[in-house]
């Protein structure tokens, strides 16, 4: 954010206590983040003086609101008992009582701490649109950096090699990936070939009204063929490629291969092609791991919703050498420029710091993105 905080001593209220958060075995089946955050806000922060001698570097981790992170669950799966279960259930779950929820495929349940947590957050601390230039603006801003890269941790993301571009699901991230590749084309002059898996979901086949060239895959062993045979049915040279395939099929629930992005990679030379791994269903029902750049997918859409229930925002995981396709990008809004003219001339300085600022038009929903932090907990 280019807002620079003179002053962040912000009367923030104490009165309302955090919510305690009763920790659940859940919390073991994801990936550990070891992030440090929020520790006391008056003990890293003491006067205004302090604040305007700190770079925004080092604020970035060091504020905090009154909502501290839990210590996390030491409980496993197997530690819990039937009667736990329930007890568990009626706990965080009180809207299941008498009823039977089947479609954690559409979402998952919100857990009723969360939303206490969420709720005690935003009632106990003051914040501001980060697109402002005022303290609460700042602290809302820094806090959105914070959660960002806790959740491409939350992911095993290094933020050195990946960025994550906040947009409203699954579906948005896909077609923001899609925008800025028709974009390329048209600035290089290079054709858009797609490729799609059968098992793809509507939002990714629907990528294919957006150029003339595109291929439907039926089986994982007619993708396994075009890649050994180093693209052969795919982009020729002088276009640009894109395959797209889902981690988990909505239709079947089966799982498809995540090598495939490392092998395209590896063994395509005739045309640059990239992947997009639609990551909606698979990671709401598995860790998703993106420890190794190398062999991660270009891109990733998920959305958080399907994972915790709740906020309603999802993701687009961008891996930063691949990010040069998504730069050619006409559109601009909100806080994606430095400046424009419109008067006698058409033209606009685009932010040039980080692939999410170029990528996030308007002001975010922060709200929604502090309840992921929650959410994360």
Not at 16 to 27: E, G, H, M, Y
Not at 120 to 136: E, K, V, W
Request: hydrophobic share 35%.
């Amino acid at each position: 954010m280019d807002n620079t905080a003179n002053n962040l001593d912000i009367p923030i209220n104490t009165s309302l206590p955090s919510p305690k958060r009763k920790t659940s075995s859940r919390n073991s089946r994801r990936p550990s983040v070891t992030f440090p955050y929020y520790a006391s806000y008056r003990d890293s922060i003491s006067s205004a003086e302090d604040v305007s001698t700190t770079s925004d570097s080092e604020l970035d981790h060091d504020y905090t609101t009154d909502l501290t992170t839990p210590a996390s669950s030491e409980s496993c799966a197997e530690d819990m008992q039937p009667d736990d279960v329930e007890d568990f259930r009626d706990r965080e779950y009180p809207m299941l009582k008498g009823k039977t929820y089947l479609d954690h495929g559409g979402t998952t349940l919100y857990a009723k701490s969360l939303i206490e947590e969420f709720s005690a957050d935003l009632i106990s601390n003051l914040y501001g649109n980060p697109h402002s230039a005022s303290t609460p603006s700042a602290l809302a801003g820094h806090r959105v950096d914070a959660i960002r890269e806790r959740a491409l941790r939350f992911f095993n993301a290094d933020p050195e090699h990946f960025d994550l571009v906040f947009v409203a699901n699954a579906t948005a991230a896909i077609k923001l990936v899609i925008d800025c590749f028709r974009d390329h084309a048209a600035a290089s002059n290079t054709p858009v070939w797609y490729g799609y898996h059968k098992d793809a979901h509507t939002s990714l086949v629907g990528v294919r009204e957006s150029t003339k060239m595109h291929r439907c895959f039926t089986t994982d062993e007619e993708v396994d063929i075009w890649i050994n045979s180093g693209g052969l049915g795919g982009p020729r040279a002088r276009q640009l490629g894109l395959f797209a395939y889902p981690g988990q099929s909505n239709m079947t629930g089966r799982r498809l291969p995540l090598n495939w992005p490392g092998r395209i990679r590896k063994s395509f030379h005739k045309a640059p092609t990239y992947t997009l791994l639609d990551a909606a269903a698979l990671a709401s029902t598995a860790p998703l791991d993106l420890t190794n750049p190398a062999t991660a997918p270009d891109f990733v859409a998920l959305s958080f919703y399907k994972i915790f229930g709740f906020p309603n925002v999802g993701a687009l995981i961008v891996r930063k050498e691949s990010a040069h396709v998504l730069e050619s990008r006409r559109y601009f809004g909100g806080g994606t420029v430095d400046m424009i003219i419109s008067i006698n001339d058409t033209w606009h300085a685009k932010k040039g710091s980080t692939i999410h600022d170029r990528m996030e038009d308007g002001t975010l929903p922060f709200h929604s993105i502090f309840a992921l932090d929650h959410a994360m907990n």
